[in-house]
């Protein structure tokens, strides 16, 4: 792993392996970078990964505020920038997904092509924005334990391994409250994105897990139905972490999609 240190003086960590066209994969909720170990351990040919931590998760520092989705895109802007990338295909799983495409919105220019995974387009509604405050308060209050014993059995589909289930419930736990409240509170304040997909003109990939609880074939297939030309595929025996789930099916893809760059 290495760090880039920030204009305001934050350390900002990332991973980069492979060789290729450049793309930029951005974590999810409440994880870090080391939730792509199979995409890291073994790079899918043709791609040259970029994987960073969220400000606040992993080994990068917190940010003042809320972590929105614009805050997570402009650190990643700021970490192309440092790496001399002048444009990459950018993709995430879930809130990397929509950190993604708040990226696509505040620099299309950056954004060769787009690789939305377990992830949607729509922003929350009042009830879920008062569910983003209230996970925030009470990991603040309670730590990240509870929050974690709840999102398990919605993360990942029931056939999924013990040792890569254990594995996420370890990645999870071993993040800090305050990044998981900042982001918690940041998600609530994102845009919905309908409406920047429909202007986007790049190549553009959407992965779901089959089972995915959290944001289901439907919402998958909203977001491939308004960008031209989207390629929407399924994931089978896969819940919401698709590419840890199903490691596999999920380099296939990124591989294929590769050939278009």
Not at 162 to 188: K, W
């Given at each position: ?7 305001d003086?934050r ?12 793309l930029?994969l ?11 170990w ?5 790079p ?9 931590d ?9 940010g ?5 989705m614009e ?8 970490l192309l920038?440092?790496l001399?990338v ?9 809130m990397?997904g ?18 939305l ?6 922003a ?6 008062a569910?983003r405050e209230?996970?925030a308060v ?6 990240v334990?509870?929050l974690?014993?709840g ?22 736990l ?9 982001a918690?509170?940041g998600m ?10 429909a202007?986007?003109s790049?190549p553009?990939?959407v992965?779901v897990?089959?089972?995915?609880a ?29 590419n840890?789930e ?14 278009r760059?």
């Amino acid at each position: 792993m290495k760090t880039l240190t920030l204009a305001d003086g934050r350390a900002y960590a990332f991973h980069e392996v492979g060789e290729g066209t450049p793309l930029l994969l951005l974590h999810g909720f409440p994880l870090s970078s080391e939730s792509f170990w199979p995409q890291l351990e073994a790079p899918p040919k043709g791609f040259r990964l970029i994987v960073p931590d969220h400000r606040g998760f992993g080994a990068s520092a917190q940010g003042p505020g809320p972590s929105t989705m614009e805050a997570l895109a402009s650190d990643a802007l700021a970490l192309l920038d440092a790496l001399d990338v002048s444009a990459a295909v950018v993709g995430g799983v879930s809130m990397g997904g929509y950190a993604s495409m708040a990226l696509a919105r505040l620099d299309p220019g950056r954004v060769r092509g787009l690789v939305l995974i377990d992830t949607q387009a729509t922003a929350d509604d009042e009830a879920g924005r008062a569910r983003r405050e209230a996970v925030a308060v009470d990991v603040t209050q309670h730590g990240v334990g509870g929050l974690v014993a709840g999102m398990i059995p919605r993360l990942l589909a029931a056939g999924t391994s013990e040792a890569v289930r254990t594995r996420v419930e370890a990645l999870m736990l071993r993040q800090a409250p305050a990044a998981v409240a900042a982001a918690s509170r940041g998600m609530a304040l994102r845009s919905d994105s309908k409406d920047l997909l429909a202007r986007f003109s790049g190549p553009t990939l959407v992965i779901v897990g089959a089972h995915d609880a959290i944001t289901p074939l439907p919402k998958a297939k909203e977001m491939a139905d308004v960008v031209s030309g989207a390629q929407l595929e399924l994931v089978a025996e896969a819940g919401h972490l698709s590419n840890l789930e199903q490691p596999g099916a999920f380099k296939r893809l990124l591989e294929q999609f590769a050939t278009r760059f």
